[in-house]
């Protein structure tokens, strides 16, 4: 049933209620299923509802009024919107948007709130998403919400970054490479990150508000782990070294003749100046346990 927002219909099922913002997005997707899957009614609150499903118009930077989450057991805010190229329309939309829907939560008595952040946010990064998610981080904690900074999303299906990657390396035997490849990545299974989110929202662990930062401790070289895909594919590509800024320029460059691009010039950045240090301290004794990464367990 698609409402609009401040005009929820109540659930009568008697299950536990979910909201999720950014269901229509790779991560958000998977909660939606694991959470469905656990027995909860997830209310997705998304820019395009879809026909036929339980969904509330969300866009952010709106206002959201405290009763489109009523009787809401917990709030995962996924979203987040990369069509602002401007740090002030990234600020209004991003930062400022998620501080009405922090505010509306508490607002409501949603006893459970937590905030995907990005493991590309940290003290000194470069990139406008990591900065925006940065702030986006503060609001969170002032609002008592838990923070969770996911590595590189993967899984068995498509979707994400990592099942671009995968695309990319099916479809050509040349592949072109930015830098020397060792930029480093680490990863988390969407299974593990969802059950553990799960976990949270259904009040099971008292965490109190923090950043945890969810992915398995080995890092990955871009390049290696591009190499690991081909493997499980029986691919042997051929990767053709690129200078980043000559290929951030050309993303830029495109950016702002309005083009849409499938890759943006801020994720270049956060690519080339990962997270240096991720802090994995807290994750054992908070429950959060991510895999090591194999790809032969994956149905590339």
């Avoid at 409501?108 to 493991?119: D, R």
Wanted: contains cysteine; aromatic residues 8%.
């Amino acid at each position: 049933m698609k409402t609009e927002m401040g005009n929820r219909e109540p659930c009568v099922s008697g299950k536990k209620i979910c909201a999720i913002t950014g269901s229509n997005g790779y991560l958000g997707g998977c909660l939606k299923t694991y959470f469905t899957g656990r027995g909860w009614d997830v209310l997705e609150l998304t820019r395009h509802p879809k026909p036929g499903t339980r969904a509330t118009r969300f866009q952010l930077g709106a206002e959201v009024p405290p009763s489109a989450l009523a009787g809401v057991e917990a709030l995962v805010h996924c979203a987040y919107d990369f069509r602002p190229l401007r740090w002030d329309a990234i600020r209004a939309a991003n930062v400022a948007g998620s501080h009405k829907l922090f505010q509306a939560a508490r607002k409501a008595g949603v006893p459970k709130v937590i905030s995907i952040s990005s493991i590309s946010a940290y003290d000194g990064c470069r990139s406008l998403y990591g900065q925006a998610k940065l702030e986006i981080e503060k609001c969170a904690l002032d609002h008592g919400a838990l923070v969770l900074r996911p590595g590189l999303v993967y899984g068995s299906g498509p979707g994400g970054m990592f099942g671009k990657l995968t695309a990319q390396v099916k479809k050509s035997a040349v592949i072109p490479m930015i830098g020397d490849g060792s930029q480093i990545q680490f990863l988390v299974h969407h299974e593990d990150l969802s059950a553990f989110i799960e976990h949270c929202a259904s009040g099971e662990v008292k965490i109190p508000p923090q950043i945890l930062t969810a992915a398995n401790e080995q890092p990955w070289a871009f390049k290696q782990l591009l190499l690991e895909i081909a493997r499980a594919l029986d691919k042997k590509p051929t990767f053709i070294p690129l200078p980043w800024r000559l290929v951030w320029a050309g993303l830029k460059s495109a950016e702002l003749c309005g083009l849409k691009l499938n890759f943006r010039s801020d994720s270049l950045v956060s690519l080339i100046y990962p997270n240096p240090q991720p802090d994995f301290s807290a994750n054992a004794g908070e429950g959060l346990n991510c895999r090591p990464f194999q790809v032969e367990a994956l149905k590339l």
